[in-house]
């Protein structure tokens, strides 16, 4: 079975901070993908990352895939209220299936 | 539609009943996956679809669980004899196809066993 950690569980911090959520898994992946879900909707995705190593940014948030294509990080700057949400990681298997982490709930108080 | 879309978008069953929720994926996107989100935590994988085909339903917790696809479209998850155990967010999700891109998620169906 494919499983995929993230942490913290629960993040609360104040507007204007920075941050970082991980996601680790004992297994390899083909990709891994972060998504954005908020109450009472599907999650979106945010970024696919597939090379080992991988660094990709989007606006403030920058997201890194392990060399092992094992564990990705995502790192928030200057945090916003907008930003709050719960954030999921998912690794896309060789069999084109997707596997999701518990996600890290994020709260962000102005 | 533009997205896809999941009804009922709540329901309540008392013990026992049978419960049928549809998906109607994004037109054209040849995979389709349903996923159960119990209240503050990820998704967990039920079942997968290329088109008509049910490649992989290792997630039913059950077999009172039971998903169907039969034209590669509109797909239909039904549990029978619900239990309180059942009550969850049921989530479907399309993609285009192979290589697996982004998942276009539903609003969810919100199950409520009583």
């Known amino acids: 079975t494919q499983l995929l950690e993230q942490s913290p569980q629960f993040l609360s911090i104040q507007e204007g901070e920075n941050l970082t959520v991980y996601c680790n898994s004992s297994?390899?992946?083909?990709?891994l993908q972060w998504y954005r879900q908020e109450p009472g909707e599907g999650p979106v995705l945010l970024v696919t990352v597939v090379t080992g190593g991988e660094v990709k940014k989007l606006k403030r948030l920058t997201f890194q895939f392990g060399d092992a294509r094992k564990d990705s990080s995502l790192h928030i700057t200057a945090a916003q209220p907008g930003d709050t949400g719960l954030y999921l990681c998912a690794g896309v298997t060789y069999g084109q299936n997707f596997v999701f982490g518990p996600g890290t709930r994020l709260s962000v108080l102005p | 539609g533009a997205g896809v879309s999941q009804s009922p978008r709540y329901k309540v069953a008392k013990r026992g009943q049978d419960v049928a929720l549809r998906c109607d994926p994004i037109?054209?996107?040849?995979?389709l996956f349903w996923y159960q989100q119990a209240l503050g935590q990820g998704p967990e994988f039920l079942t997968y679809?290329?088109?008509?085909?049910?490649?992989?339903k290792s997630g039913l917790p059950s077999d009172r669980f039971f998903a169907e696809r039969p034209e590669g479209s509109v797909s239909t998850l039904k549990i029978q004899r619900t239990q309180q155990e059942d009550s969850a967010v049921y989530l479907c999700a399309s993609t285009r196809g192979v290589p697996a891109g982004e998942l276009f998620f539903g609003e969810g169906s919100r199950l409520t066993v009583l």
């Open positions: 037109s054209g996107h040849v995979s």
């Open positions: 297994s390899v992946f083909s990709s």
């Open positions: 679809f290329q088109n008509e085909a049910q490649l992989d």
